[in-house]
C-alpha cells in the first residue's frame, strides 16, 4: 500500500515513506525539467519522450526502429512519423538503413547535433548526478540502479494495465 502521511516513527515505515515521497517529487522536477526543455526547443511532449527513448535504446545497443517508437509512445503510424520527421528536421535524429539486404529496415538514431543539444541542456545536471553517484559505494550504486529499474518495470506494467483497462471500459462509437 502507498503511504500517502508520513509515519510517526523512523523506523521502516518512516524510510519507506521518505522513498515514496522522493519518487514523486522526482517524477514531479522530472517533469518540469522536460517541459523547459520542450519548450526551449519548441518540441512536443511527445517529441521529447522520443528523444529520450532514441537515445537510451542506442546507448544500450538496441538502436530502435520507427515501429518500436510507435509502441513506445502509443502514437498511430502516422503520429509516429509526424513526431520522427519533426525531430529529423530540427537536427535531433535521423533514420539509417543499415542492413544491405533489406532496405526495409530503418533505424532511428541520434545525432550530433541532438547529442550537443542535450549536453548543453542537460549537462550541469549530468555533472551533479556523476558527483552524487561518486559519493556511494558499488554496492550502494547497484542497489539504486536495481531499485530504479525495478520501478520503471513497475510503473510501465500499470500504464499498461490502464491502457487495458480503457480500452475494455470504452464506451461504444456512435
Same mark, same amino acid.
Given at each position: 500500500?502507498?503511504?500517502?502521511?508520513?509515519?510517526?516513527?523512523?523506523?521502516?515505515?518512516?524510510?519507506?515513506?521518505?522513498?515514496?515521497?522522493?519518487?514523486?517529487?522526482?517524477?514531479?522536477?522530472?517533469?518540469?525539467?522536460?517541459?523547459?526543455?520542450?519548450?526551449?526547443?519548441?518540441?512536443?511532449?511527445?517529441?521529447?519522450?522520443?528523444?529520450?527513448?532514441?537515445?537510451?535504446?542506442?546507448?544500450?545497443?538496441?538502436? %530502435?526502429?520507427?515501429?518500436?517508437?510507435?509502441?513506445?509512445?502509443?502514437?498511430?503510424?502516422?503520429?509516429?512519423?509526424?513526431?520522427?520527421?519533426?525531430?529529423?528536421?530540427?537536427?535531433?535524429?535521423?533514420?539509417?538503413?543499415?542492413?544491405?539486404?533489406?532496405?526495409?529496415?530503418?533505424?532511428?538514431?541520434?545525432?550530433?547535433?541532438?547529442?550537443?543539444?542535450?549536453?548543453?541542456?542537460?549537462?550541469?545536471?549530468?555533472?551533479?548526478?556523476?558527483? %552524487?553517484?561518486?559519493?556511494?559505494?558499488?554496492?550502494?550504486?547497484?542497489?539504486?540502479?536495481?531499485?530504479?529499474?525495478?520501478?520503471?518495470?513497475?510503473?510501465?506494467?500499470?500504464? %499498461?494495465?490502464?491502457?487495458?483497462?480503457?480500452?475494455?471500459?470504452?464506451?461504444?462509437?456512435?
Amino acid at each position: 500500500m502507498v503511504v500517502f502521511n508520513p509515519p510517526d516513527d523512523d523506523g521502516a515505515a518512516g524510510l519507506r515513506w521518505k522513498v515514496v515521497d522522493a519518487i514523486r517529487r522526482y517524477g514531479t522536477e522530472s517533469s518540469r525539467l522536460a517541459q523547459a526543455f520542450a519548450a526551449e526547443h519548441r518540441l512536443q511532449p511527445s517529441d521529447l519522450q522520443a528523444l529520450v527513448a532514441v537515445m537510451s535504446a542506442e546507448g544500450r545497443g538496441q538502436p %530502435l526502429t520507427p515501429g518500436q517508437l510507435r509502441a513506445h509512445l502509443g502514437l498511430s503510424s502516422a503520429g509516429t512519423s509526424y513526431v520522427i520527421d519533426r525531430l529529423e528536421k530540427a537536427g535531433h535524429v535521423r533514420r539509417e538503413r543499415e542492413d544491405p539486404t533489406d532496405g526495409r529496415l530503418v533505424h532511428l538514431r541520434y545525432t550530433e547535433q541532438g547529442m550537443a543539444t542535450g549536453i548543453a541542456f542537460f549537462g550541469p545536471l549530468g555533472n551533479d548526478t556523476e558527483e %552524487l553517484m561518486d559519493q556511494l559505494t558499488p554496492n550502494e550504486l547497484a542497489t539504486v540502479a536495481h531499485f530504479i529499474d525495478a520501478m520503471v518495470t513497475s510503473t510501465q506494467t500499470h500504464l %499498461l494495465a490502464l491502457a487495458k483497462n480503457r480500452t475494455r471500459h470504452r464506451p461504444p462509437e456512435r
